[in-house]
């Protein structure tokens, strides 16, 4: 009997080795290393695959707030549900100073599921 | 034969006018626009350049700079059309401010990027030491092509005593290395400055804000048409005070025109100023656009950027945010004491200024 092959390889990215050191900005027409250019060519691919994944956030130089809402709010624009976020993506930081990073993350998250939902 | 002669006799003719306008024009010097009124537009700066004690006088400098900048300045000579020469005049500057020597110099690297004209600096080596100094450290004389021998430092202060400014960095897009590389040099200049991460976000969300929305198309500058739509950072270590500067500047429309630019901003300002009809202080508005980022998180955008600016007083507790932007010039210290101004005129952008004392972003007690 033949199965259909259910995909579960989870992903890993680390921003700072697979994307930047220096995040910074909204949109990619603005900056190289932008929210939207992440959201769009690192986070979205594995998500439309239905595949786990988890963003590693120690290592840049720093994030700065319109990254982080782009990045992870945009996620809620896209179409993307919260229960299904929560289900599938995990943010990660060991680094003491990269801690408040993943918190953050999600609470823009959590501000764009109110905003659509108002 | 008759034919071959008379066009053999014309040939010659005409190489022999040929030769002697050559010959006249050799002997005439080519010409280059002199430093007479006619053919010269000259801005000298007032003795004292700052926004505190000398606004008028400070704004309308940087006013002429920029209108001899950006408006035409043609005139024909012998049927040939060249541009005025602008000479700006330092040297009877006896005071200048931190502030002013950031415009002044992202002023001049502006015109010498996007202009393609270098202007002259009259008399520079009679300028004070200090407008000398500063502008060196920003970068400003290399961009002019002024040769460093001409630079003394301020012989009245020890060298320990010397302010240090950072060369000048500026870009048109959102740039985190820079921001980065920024406070690596100052780390150089002062080896017990270690940036933290809500000092770097600080400044990367002023650069933001710079590229997102200080040259919004539908807003007005000041002086249409303007090349360079930049943000500039530097930062300054002054030793005598133990304090460190940080600068972020850019010649857009200010925040103020931009905030009310955008509906849901106007809404909000609206709500915490009450009606906007006859507010005419720009440092009312910058004040209510941080009550409102500091209180309310529905607003898209905007909020978040002007929250990450002013987190740097609440996480070092110590040192002063100061804003000037349009006609509004905003200062708070970590101790919420707001202190507000109205200039007489549009500063031509936006400078936001961080002053914290060194042991804010190191381990050094003051």
Redesign the interface.
């Known amino acids: 009997m033949h199965y259909p092959v259910r995909k579960l390889e989870m992903t890993t990215i680390s921003i700072a080795k697979d994307f930047s050191?220096?995040?910074?900005?909204?949109?990619t027409s603005?900056?190289?290393?932008?929210g939207e250019r992440f959201r769009k060519e690192y986070i979205l691919p594995v998500l439309n695959d239905d595949r786990e994944l988890t963003i590693i956030m120690d290592g840049t130089?720093?994030?700065?707030?319109?990254f982080l809402?782009e990045a992870f709010g945009g996620l809620i624009r896209e179409g993307f549900e919260l229960e299904y976020l929560k289900e599938k993506l995990k943010l990660v930081a060991e680094d003491a100073?990269f801690e408040i990073y993943p918190d953050e993350a999600w609470e823009y998250i959590l501000?764009a599921e109110?905003?659509q939902a108002? | 034969m008759e034919q071959i002669i008379k066009k053999r006799t014309v040939y010659w003719c005409r190489r022999q006018l040929d030769a002697a306008k050559k010959r006249q024009r050799k002997s005439r010097p080519e010409f280059k626009p002199g430093f007479d009124s006619d053919q010269c537009i000259r801005v000298t700066a007032p003795a004292v350049l700052s926004f505190s004690n000398n606004s008028a006088a400070t704004i309308e400098f940087f006013d002429k700079l920029k209108q001899g900048v950006f408006t035409n300045r043609t005139f024909k000579v012998r049927g040939k059309i060249y541009r005025k020469r602008l000479s700006i005049e330092l040297k009877g500057i006896e005071r200048i401010s931190l502030p002013c020597a950031v415009i002044l110099s992202a002023e001049l690297k502006r015109w010498s990027s996007h202009i393609g004209q270098v202007p002259s600096l009259q008399d520079f080596v009679k300028c004070s030491d200090r407008v000398k100094s500063l502008l060196i450290d920003l970068g400003t004389l290399s961009h002019l092509g002024i040769s460093k021998k001409s630079y003394k430092r301020d012989r009245q202060l020890k060298s320990e005593e010397q302010i240090t400014l950072l060369p000048l960095t500026s870009a048109n897009w959102q740039n985190a290395k820079k921001i980065y590389k920024l406070n690596e040099q100052l780390h150089e200049v002062f080896s017990k400055f270690s940036a933290k991460h809500f000092h770097h976000r600080a400044m990367l969300e002023a650069t933001n804000n710079v590229i997102d929305h200080a040259y919004d198309e539908s807003l007005p500058l000041k002086y249409a048409g303007q090349p360079g739509k930049q943000w500039y950072a530097t930062g300054s270590y002054d030793p005598s005070k133990k304090a460190l500067r940080f600068f972020v500047y850019d010649q857009g429309a200010g925040i103020p025109s931009s905030l009310l630019n955008k509906p849901d901003w106007r809404r909000a300002l609206e709500d915490v100023l009450g009606s906007l009809f006859g507010v005419q202080h720009d440092a009312d508005i910058i004040e209510a656009a941080f009550e409102i980022g500091r209180s309310r998180t529905g607003l898209a955008e905007r909020g978040k950027g002007l929250r990450d600016i002013r987190n740097v007083l609440d996480q070092t507790g110590s040192g002063y945010l100061r804003i000037i932007s349009g006609k509004g010039d905003y200062l708070e210290t970590a101790d919420h004491v707001v202190q507000k101004r109205s200039h007489g005129s549009h500063i031509g952008g936006t400078l936001v200024e961080w002053s914290l004392p060194v042991s804010a972003l190191s381990g050094e007690k003051t």
């Open positions: 050191r220096y995040p910074a900005g909204r949109y603005k900056g190289h290393f932008s130089v720093g994030y700065g707030s319109s809402e100073d501000e109110a905003r108002n």
